[in-house]
């Protein structure tokens, strides 16, 4: 299937999902709604309602690299508008046949690329870097022919390490205490349990890129050392994604 191009609207940090109906998009789509912050409570990531909370504009803070195993984490939630299969899918257990439907989709694997938000062409002050993510085979269910798509959740390192180091070393790596916008695009394969490959479309995701600012380092006094500095952090400071898109919860 080819695959679409959605853009979002990213004016504020967080914002309310609208579900579009079902009129306007294929019913052989696979389509990402967008990506959701994890339950501050548990730190887990779930498959959102159509009430639920995304996020529109996310930050990255490189300043966190030498400190943590600084990743991007991506709760990507999905809609697939495909209808059931007729016939049903079999796989072989020991006691027989079971029946799963044909237009069950697996992600299989997630293509992305960041840049800054002005440059698509190639130049001089060019920079872009793009890779491929191997995923856990997420199972999303067919819409069951309801007209209304099934909703899932497919969680991954979208930014892995390797690639935030990359991003270090480029010429959009912010200096401490600066920051830069860029965009972050991406698409996700899936594999549909009766055969075939189903594309998502293409997510464009801003992404501010800093460096020591959601670092705590009001926790410490200015006479601390660093490796002082960050005890302090660590042993009254919690996240659920250290260097991900917000600042610590602190008691310091």
């Known amino acids: 299937m080819k695959k679409g191009t959605y853009a979002i609207l990213a004016g504020f940090t967080l914002f309310l999902a609208v579900v579009t109906g079902s009129c306007s998009v294929p019913s052989d789509a696979v389509t990402i709604r967008g990506l959701t912050p994890p339950d501050s409570t548990n730190c887990t990531y779930k498959p959102a309602g159509d009430s639920d909370v995304f996020v529109a504009i996310g930050t990255l803070d490189l300043y966190f690299l030498n400190l943590t195993n600084l990743r991007y984490i991506g709760g990507v939630q999905v809609y697939n508008w495909m209808p059931d299969s007729t016939p049903q899918a079999t796989v072989p257990i020991i006691t027989g046949n ?126 601390d050392p660093i490796d002082v500095c960050i005890r302090k952090i660590q042993t009254s400071c919690t996240s659920c994604t250290w260097g991900q898109d917000s600042l610590p919860a602190c008691s310091c």
């Open 98 to 223: 079971l029946f799963i439907n044909g237009n069950d989709v697996y992600a299989k694997r997630a293509y992305v690329t960041i840049r800054k938000p002005s440059e698509k062409g190639t130049g001089a002050n060019f920079s872009t870097i793009s890779w491929t993510v191997e995923l856990s085979s997420n199972q999303i269910s067919s819409s069951q022919g309801t007209g209304s798509p099934t909703a899932g959740l497919v969680l991954f390192d979208l930014i892995p390490t390797n690639v935030i180091e990359q991003i270090e070393a480029s010429p959009f790596a912010p200096a401490p205490g600066e920051s830069t916008r860029t965009v972050v695009e991406f698409y996700v394969q899936f594999e549909a349990a009766g055969g075939g490959t189903v594309y998502s479309n293409t997510y464009q995701y801003s992404l501010k890129l800093c460096n020591g600012c959601l670092f705590p380092s009001y926790c410490c006094d200015t006479t």
